[in-house]
């Protein structure tokens, strides 16, 4: 990971309010025409997909990106309302030099954002976005005419179709018996689309494999992407899998890259949990490669101790799925992922992160083993654990501040091996996120408050 201070780009791209500087027309614009000089260092005829989400301002950002890369003479093609991982499928299965995916994930519908794909399916390095962000800012100080017209993009059905079979080829019928497969058929399952990118996908997918599929939240009108619905809200699917007797319940963020369940009692299932399952159902397969899995900083110890349970060893890596990534390849591990959704296979073709092909995946162990996904996954004891936000008005390091990093040790030596700390800014809001595992509640909300208390003080808004 580069050490290298970017401006623009953070964990996910570039993140920002719609209409406002970075995310306004005109340096939207410039964003296309810096890319687009990055690409064309390397490829003289290069061309690029782009997709969106359904936010209102997702279509017009999408047409000044095109702009900016079609004033450079780069061919763009439009994907049209397609996730995050399907504009990486088809940058790494079709010739295209780039990706680009115009969406702000589980922000809300007034964000929005641009992440970028190299020609190999995964996100650009920091070192590539901190070359495009000079040339952004470069561009930024004299005008340009790709800023006086803007293009009509016209979506191409067969990206979208593309995508949605290579995801249907994902769950392997034929391996399946027969008594499997009728599982999979009876199988009750509520999906939660958050009004975004997976609301007409999901549908394709679902129902071609066979199970029984309930929508939910899945009519965007451009303004209800990830409201009250959604991965950010993984309750309400777990209440609608109660109500409909559902055996199983999947939710989606608004760009479709993570996924979170909730099993047949109406309890939520987050990403560790299923890192749990399907690592141990890889390592059953020889798929595991080196009996290691990837996970975060921010994942429960109860996952570590459980995966050493099976002989799996845990690494972890900081905060994002291209991090994630990143320690996956170096390692050579085949699975890896976040408590927040994010999981990525490497036993197959997969680069990133995609909620569809998770939920295929947790689909076909269930059928497979004959279990609910709550006897999956219930040896997992989860220790207590708080995330705490602060609103900030600088990013500042947490060293360079003395009454935060002594509350920080203090909760450190307390806990003596049997907790953690995790302090950290997020990478794309003003936002330092305070977590805490301890065997104890009290020990938990104790030392969270006492850190969230001496970051307000010092750095809050």
């Known amino acids: ?4 201070k970017r401006k623009l780009f953070g964990t996910d791209g570039i993140r920002g309010v719609a209409e406002h500087f970075p995310l306004d027309r005109e340096t939207t614009t410039i964003i296309g025409e810096a890319l687009g000089h990055f690409l064309l260092q ?46 990486a499928f088809l940058a790494r299965t079709q010739d295209f030099d780039a990706g680009i995916v115009i969406s702000a994930s589980h922000n809300p519908w ?21 070359e495009i962000e000079r040339e952004i800012f470069a561009l930024v100080e004299k005008p340009s005419s790709a800023t006086q017209a803007t293009p009509h993009l016209e979506s191409v059905a067969a990206l979208h179709k593309s995508y949605v079979d290579w995801l249907k080829q994902q769950v392997n019928l034929r391996r399946m018996n027969q008594k499997m497969h009728e599982k999979m058929k009876r199988m009750k399952v509520v999906f939660d689309c958050a009004n975004g990118a997976a609301s007409e996908i999901a549908a394709e997918v679902f129902q071609a494999v066979g199970c029984d599929a309930i929508f939910i939240h899945h009519s965007p ?40 369940f909730a099993d047949d009692h109406g309890n939520v299932v987050n990403g560790d949990a299923v890192l749990l399952l399907v690592a141990r159902h890889m390592q059953s397969q020889g798929k595991l490669v080196g009996n290691v899995v990837v996970a975060t900083t921010m994942s429960n110890m109860g996952l570590e101790i459980a995966l050493q349970r099976s002989g799996i060893q845990m ?51 269930i059928s497979e083993s004959g279990k609910s996904l709550a006897e999956l996954v219930a040896d997992l004891k989860v220790f207590p654990q708080i995330i705490k936000n602060v ?71």
């Open 1 to 4: 990971m580069s050490t290298d």
């Open 42 to 87: 390397k490829n003289k005829q290069a061309q690029v997909v782009i997709g969106e989400d359904t936010r209102e301002s997702s279509y017009w950002i999408a047409e000044c990106v095109a702009a900016g890369l079609g004033h450079l003479g780069v061919v763009v093609k439009n994907a049209g309302v397609i996730t995050t991982p399907g504009v």
């Open 110 to 130: 007034t964000d929005n954002g641009i992440k970028i794909f190299g020609h190999d399916g995964y996100k650009l390095t920091d070192n590539a976005e901190l």
């Open 221 to 260: 009108d451009g303004r209800n992407i990830n409201e009250n619905c959604g991965a950010l809200h993984p309750e309400l699917v777990a209440r609608e899998v109660a109500l409909q007797r559902a055996e199983l319940g999947v939710t989606f963020d608004g760009d479709a890259d993570r996924a979170l």
């Open 315 to 365: 690494l972890r890596a900081p905060v994002g799925d291209k991090y994630v990534l990143e320690e996956m390849l170096k390692s050579g591990a085949t699975l890896g992922g976040e408590q927040s959704g994010h999981i990525i296979f490497r036993d197959g073709d997969a680069t990133t992160g995609d909620g569809l092909l998770t939920a295929l995946r947790v689909l076909e162990i």
């Open 391 to 461: 609103r900030v008005r600088e990013k500042k390091p947490f060293s360079e501040i003395p009454n935060v990093a002594q509350t920080i040790a203090r909760a450190e030596s307390d806990l003596k091996g049997n907790g953690r700390v995790v302090v950290r800014y997020s990478g794309t809001e003003s936002l330092a996120r305070v977590m805490v595992e301890a065997e104890s509640e009290e020990k938990t909300k104790e030392w969270t408050e006492a850190i969230a208390t001496a970051l307000q003080t010092t750095l809050g808004v």
